[in-house]
């Protein structure tokens, strides 16, 4: 089975439909040992795929628009916070403490791109808050990688020790994710079928999430690129975040385009979140499993509330294992999972040519919000659909074929970027990937200013 046909048949969709997609394969992109290419094609070819079956059932058509994935725009899309430029100035995309540190017995990342997470870090190794990489190192120099993995989480902080696959394999957490499918989906009640109204099949783009409202409590990078998918596709997407959880402004314009962004505390603002919730159709949310559930916002709680709802999860580690519950970013997945070391050297471990943990989770999960639409005109019912990071690691080390494969020429992503002006300036940005025919090209407003917006619905 083709990674494609694999990733459409976790999302449930019929196996007739993935002869809609075509491919345009291009030598070079997105190079690893590892066949990231391959994954990335398929998670953003049956993201389009999922987009055009709903403009389809939308716009009463007998057959559903051809898909058309070409890996310059897919490679171009699956590295766009390093395409990204504000008003000429390129972002930084890790902090200095987010890095490889070689330990007594091997090696260790850290992530500590968030003020929190670097004073957490630092606390965990006893160092005071203006302490320098150099005094990192030699404070993680003489300790075990389990042993600074150990205290660094302990602490609140993320740190994780480079596991080869075998290793995580055996882990009690690898074990738990390779358990799970690729897409949990399932129904959460039995709400009626959703009534969508029709689309204009001459309308100048087919936007299948026209006219839906999607509250969207994501942060970083995969959650807001599904989040930034449904807005291509017309959703209304409103981002909220804490007012004390400044999201990183480069990281906020990357995947900020389309949406609006308003900041509210749900522990004070709960009536105003519970108007939100009234007119919404769809929740996504990125924190770790059970991180929401104490404001009600478990899918079941949800659901209770605003009956045919679709709630979509995407964490790390996935919902399940002794690390169900840790937070965790696509760079620590990467080095616990094994990816690290087979993408590394004896020297040094590596790590893949993009974020595709991120980006690809991102697309599938955007593709299982469509879907859960889609069935949901059918046979309605409240629905859920979770990923995680780590399941889509599996997928790629353990699933995805490696054939090797050519293709036509690539030279790099500049026939997939466009710069638009807007309110963080001009920003130089990578266009979107998922393309089919008669659906949209770009995004209906550029990337707005965190917490910039009221947190109510346009």
Known sequence: MTA?????????GA???????????????????????????????VCALAAAELAARRTGAARVPAVLVDDGAVAAAFTSERQLLVDGRA?????????????????????????????????????????????????IADRSAA???????????????????????????????????????????????????????????????????????????????????????????????????????????????GKRSATLDLTTGRAAFEELLASADVVVTGYRPGALDRFGLSPEALAGRRPGLVVAQVSAWGGHGPWGGRRGFDSL??????????????????ALP?????????????????????????????????LALARTARWLTAEVGREPEGGEPYEGPRDWLAE????????RYARPPVSFAGGPDDWARPAAPWGSDPAVWA
């Open 4 to 12: 494609i046909n694999s990733a459409w048949s976790a999302l449930g």
């Open 91 to 139: 972002p930084v995309q890790f902090a200095p403490l987010s890095r490889f540190w070689r330990t007594a017995d091997g090696w260790v990342r850290t992530h500590a791109n968030y003020p929190h997470h670097r004073a957490r870090l630092l606390g965990a190794l006893g160092l005071p808050e203006g302490a320098s990489a150099q005094d990192v190192a030699a404070r």
């Open 147 to 257: 042993a600074v993995e150990t205290a660094v989480y302990g602490a609140g902080g993320l740190a994780v020790a480079l596991r080869s696959p075998g290793e995580w394999a055996a882990h009690e957490q690898g074990v738990a994710v390779a358990a799970r499918p690729l897409v949990e989906r399932g129904r959460l009640d039995a709400a009626p079928a959703r009534v969508l109204a029709p689309l204009d099949a001459g309308a100048t783009a087919l936007l299948p999430a026209a006219g839906l409202r999607v509250l969207d409590l994501t942060r970083v990078l995969a959650g807001p690129v599904a989040t930034r998918t449904l807005a291509l596709l017309g959703a209304d997407v409103l981002r909220l975040d804490a007012p004390w959880l400044p999201e990183l402004a480069d990281q906020h314009a990357d995947t900020g385009f």
């Open 420 to 427: 638009k002006d807007g309110p963080l300036g001009r920003v």
């Open 354 to 386: 993009a974020q595709a943990l991120d980006h690809g989770t991102g697309y599938l999960l955007a593709a299982a919000v469509l879907r859960a639409l889609t069935e949901q005109s059918y046979d309605g019912g409240s629905r859920f659909v979770r």
């Open 15 to 45: 196996p007739s439909l993935s002869a809609r997609i075509t491919t345009v394969p291009r030598a070079d992109t997105l190079p690893a040992r590892l066949p990231v290419r391959r994954l990335a094609r398929a998670c953003v070819g």
């Open 333 to 350: 997945v990467q080095v616990a999972t094994g990816i690290a070391e087979t993408e590394g050297s004896a020297d040094r471990p590596g």
